[in-house]
């Protein structure tokens, strides 16, 4: 992560922070300004792009925006973290144009428990949980996250921030590092299906070099995750996502392997 995509990143998670107390009044102004932020920053619209790729917008609307037959509507998020960024950044250019209002999407969709509509529930379910999967895409952890949200841009920089270890040279192994009670078993077995994810996407890809080595680094992280070796299976996320740069398909994937390996490192140890 260099000091530039840092500073991006901190005008993103402060933009989106902004949504919070804001009154139901603004919210459209603060679409608008959420968008522009994006739209104008190469990186971020470029992940969204390539979860945009294969995203049936009309499809996905009718799965997520659902009213049963009494006439009861709810919001029901997708499950494939791809498909939530793609799909929040569509609904928010429905409102940034008129297409759609955001007041009414609150008033039939986003309620709270006592059937009230509920603007708090609109800006947690697709405001932050929009932040939140971009952060990650980023190698921004949720901890991350409140120190550079705290943070002035003067104090982010290479040289006095570390994101969660990526720019750190470390001594010993990385697993020393592990927050207390994380549970590896579930660590193993997630980060052995999306390495299996990976590589049935690289199997649909023309062969190369870089699928090539894409593919045995992606076998490695099966093996290190059946072995339970951490310290393998996160020096070889790293080094795939590297290699992704040069693979679009599995870009996403790759980030998202990397960040739940992340997340369960405390790099104050």
Same mark, same amino acid.
């Given at each position: 992560?260099?000091?530039?995509?840092?500073?991006?990143?901190?005008?993103?998670?402060?933009?989106?922070?902004?949504?919070?107390?804001?009154?139901?009044?603004?919210?459209?102004?603060?679409?608008? *300004?959420?968008?522009?932020? #994006?739209?104008?920053? &190469?990186? /971020? !619209?470029?992940?969204?792009?390539?979860?945009? =790729?294969? @995203?049936?917008?009309?499809?996905?609307?009718?799965?997520?925006?659902?009213?049963?037959?009494?006439?009861?509507?709810?919001?029901?998020?997708?499950?494939?973290?791809?498909?939530?960024?793609?799909?929040?950044?569509?609904?928010?250019?429905?409102?940034?144009?008129?297409?759609?209002?955001?007041?009414?999407?609150?008033?039939?969709?986003?309620?709270?428990?006592?059937? *009230?509509?509920?603007?708090? #529930?609109?800006?947690? &379910?697709? /405001? !932050?949980?929009?932040?939140?999967?971009?952060? =990650?895409? @980023?190698?921004?952890?949720?901890?991350?996250?409140?120190?550079?949200?705290?943070?002035?841009?003067?104090?982010?920089?290479?040289?006095?921030?570390?994101?969660?270890?990526?720019?750190?040279?470390?001594?010993?192994?990385?697993?020393?590092?592990?927050?207390?009670?994380?549970?590896?078993?579930?660590?193993?077995?997630?980060?052995?299906?999306?390495?299996?994810?990976?590589?049935?996407?690289?199997?649909?890809?023309?062969?190369?070099?870089?699928?090539?080595?894409?593919?045995?680094?992606?076998?490695?992280?099966?093996?290190?995750?059946?072995?339970?070796?951490?310290?393998?299976?996160?020096?070889?996320?790293?080094?795939?996502?590297?290699?992704?740069?040069?693979?679009?398909?599995?870009?996403?994937?790759?980030?998202?392997?990397?960040?739940?390996?992340?997340?369960?490192?405390?790099?104050?140890?």
């Amino acid at each position: 992560m260099t000091n530039d995509n840092l500073q991006i990143i901190k005008k993103f998670i402060d933009k989106c922070g902004e949504f919070e107390g804001c009154k139901l009044l603004f919210l459209d102004k603060k679409v608008s *300004e959420l968008l522009e932020i #994006v739209v104008q920053t &190469k990186e /971020i !619209y470029d992940l969204i792009s390539e979860c945009m =790729e294969n @995203f049936n917008k009309d499809k996905e609307y009718d799965k997520a925006f659902v009213v049963g037959a009494n006439g009861t509507a709810r919001f029901i998020q997708p499950k494939e973290e791809y498909k939530i960024i793609a799909l929040d950044f569509c609904l928010l250019v429905d409102i940034s144009s008129g297409k759609k209002s955001v007041d009414s999407l609150i008033s039939k969709y986003f309620k709270s428990e006592d059937g *009230e509509k509920d603007y708090e #529930v609109f800006v947690d &379910k697709i /405001i !932050y949980s929009f932040r939140n999967l971009v952060c =990650e895409a @980023f190698g921004v952890s949720i901890n991350a996250m409140n120190y550079i949200s705290n943070s002035t841009e003067e104090e982010i920089s290479e040289d006095n921030f570390e994101l969660d270890g990526l720019m750190k040279v470390t001594n010993g192994k990385i697993s020393k590092r592990l927050y207390d009670g994380t549970n590896l078993t579930e660590v193993f077995a997630k980060s052995k299906d999306l390495a299996m994810e990976i590589l049935e996407n690289l199997s649909r890809e023309k062969i190369n070099e870089f699928t090539v080595d894409a593919e045995q680094i992606c076998k490695s992280i099966v093996l290190a995750s059946l072995n339970d070796d951490f310290d393998s299976v996160y020096g070889l996320a790293l080094g795939l996502r590297q290699l992704s740069k040069n693979v679009k398909s599995i870009r996403f994937l790759t980030r998202e392997i990397v960040s739940l390996l992340q997340e369960q490192i405390d790099w104050s140890k």
